[in-house]
């Protein structure tokens, strides 16, 4: 079966510019979630999709946002990009909602110059 | 809130000897615990969870509640075992996972 995808998998930004994050769940998978993985704060959460409703959200600023489009992919936003930001973005999606067996995607790397 | 600890950020074995790598949570309801593993140039993926109790590549890991401990057991490493291993919990309800620092195993020949 295809993996996860994650597009773009690099990207540099500039403090106070936005940008977009693209995750294409394995098929037939149905929840997404997005992690951000930093060296000195490890694997946080920042949220989960499922049927296009986020089911939950970690403690990130309103800066972070996502959603989930009817064919299960899911876009994350981060707007007002700050320096602290850069960070590999994980991707996650699972079959159904409520189990913790999760695939990841290879993660995009963003830069904030 | 809920919590996960690896106390070791490195640890180092030789290869054919024991390995454990260790994990602590808290948590105030009923967790269920995973153990995700991260080769090198590779995705982060799931190795086992506490409610199969299987083993997975020769590893197992015990649920231990009055401990409050997940540690990661293999008897004899292999020098493909080398990785970041991820201990990671998740709630009564929902899918989010906590996941603690990471132990970065090394195996040596």
């Known amino acids: 079966k295809a993996g996860v995808t994650q597009t773009p998998r690099y990207l540099i930004k500039t403090r106070g510019q936005q940008v977009t994050l693209s995750c294409s769940p394995i098929?037939?998978?149905?929840?997404v979630s997005w992690y951000q993985q930093t060296p000195g704060q490890g694997l946080q959460f920042l949220f989960e999709?499922?049927?296009?409703?986020?089911?939950n959200k970690g403690n990130f600023p309103g800066r972070f946002s996502g959603r989930q489009f009817s064919n299960s992919r899911s876009e994350m936003n981060v707007s007002t990009l700050e320096l602290g930001d850069s960070a590999l973005y994980l991707c996650?999606?699972?079959?159904?909602?409520?189990?913790?067996?999760?695939?990841f995607g290879p993660g995009t790397r963003l830069t904030v110059l | 809130a809920q919590r996960v600890t690896q106390p070791e950020k490195l640890l180092s074995v030789f290869k054919g000897a024991p390995v454990e790598l260790k994990c602590n949570y808290s948590?105030?309801?009923?967790?269920?615990l995973f153990w995700y593993v991260q080769y090198s140039r590779q995705r982060l993926q799931l190795l086992l969870r506490?409610?199969s109790r299987e083993s997975i590549k020769g590893f197992t890991a015990d649920l231990n509640k009055g401990e409050t401990s997940f540690h990661l057991k293999k008897p004899f490493a292999q020098e493909e075992d080398s990785a970041m291993y991820y201990c990671?919990?998740?709630?009564?309800?929902?899918?989010?996972?906590?996941f603690g620092e990471g132990t970065q195993l090394t195996v040596n020949p």
């Open positions: 996650a999606s699972s079959l159904e909602y409520g189990q913790g067996v999760w695939d």
């Open positions: 098929s037939g998978h149905r929840s």
């Open positions: 999709y499922f049927s296009e409703t986020q089911r």
């Open positions: 948590y105030s309801g009923s967790p269920e």
């Open positions: 506490h409610i």
């Open positions: 990671a919990l998740k709630e009564t309800s929902g899918s989010r996972l906590t």
